[in-house]
């Protein structure tokens, strides 16, 4: 099992257990399982007192774990709350996907023409109706998940500076990220995706047709409008770096030229397609929005004493 899917099952269990119950629950769990294993060996059974002294004795990191649960329950309680609420949105955003699957791909396709997408193997289509649905469900939660989150840390903030930081990004930051992925995705199905898809449709000419499997098309399409969403988000990381002070807005200005060669190289990666066109397509709003955010940073970058 890797770490994702042990951290998607912890909180899985922190959702449908409960905080206060989740510790006792793994103890019980792990206790059952070394007297199941001391039976086997001829061993005699020991109580949950005696086991944590053992696994005290051996430093086990599990231990660690079920004590940090224990001294978190008040904190992850309310970290329950806010996942119930993203897991309720989440739930409520497949089924409406669901519903509307079929106008979901209708809205998808638009961008490959006239290219035949079809099907070859017996679940293919299920899968590929699932997985827009997932993600058409996952991009509408993503807002509340980030309010939640924001939600869940705000008591952290102590000072008026603090409080005053974390109502500026849950009034502007907040709204800019959806608002810059959503032009990213944008960009990217209106005018990226037509050119790359017909470049690649009229790549063979006449010598063969163009006939694509419907699962490798959403693959490709997704993938792009997603990563671009991401891509359009550079202006506002820009922005937080200088409101840091990592990085200076007289040091982004001068290095202009650096980004320019950056962003094409960027560009000639991210581009699904090896024509200049098609790479200036995303090169050149790449280097607008280092542009944007060398102004940002301007704006509202830390000031130097």
Known sequence: ???????????????????????????????????????????????????RRIWKTRRSPILSLINLLYAAAEHLEELRKRFIVVAVVFAIGTVTAGIFADQLLEFIKVPVGDVELI?????????????????????????????QILLFISPAFESDIEKKAFRIIRAFAFPAVMVLFIAGAAFSYYLMLPVALDYFAQFAGDTVSAQWTISAYLKFVLNIIIWMGVAF??????????????????????????????????????????DPLNMSIVWLPLFGLYLLGVVLAHLVGKKST
């Not at 994702?4 to 206060?20: E, M, N």
């Not at 299920?126 to 993503?142: G, K, S």
């Not at 937080?240 to 000639?268: D, N, Y």
Request: no cysteine; net charge neutral.
């Open 1 to 51: 099992m890797n770490s994702a899917s042990t951290i998607l099952l912890l909180f899985l269990a922190i959702i449908a257990i409960g905080p206060s119950k989740l510790p006792s629950g793994i103890e019980s769990i792990w206790l059952a399982l070394t007297n199941l294993a001391n039976a086997q060996r001829g061993l005699p059974t020991i109580d949950i007192e005696q086991a």
């Open 119 to 147: 099907f070859i193997r017996p679940p293919e289509m299920f899968v590929a109706y699932f997985n827009l649905v997932i993600t058409a469900a996952a991009l509408v939660t993503t807002p509340i998940l980030l309010m």
């Open 233 to 274: 988000e550079t202006p506002l990381l820009i922005m937080l770096l200088a409101r840091f002070g990592v990085v200076s807005a007289k040091e982004l200005q001068k290095g202009w030229r650096v980004a320019f060669v950056v962003t094409a190289i960027i560009a000639a990666i991210i581009t699904p397609t090896p």
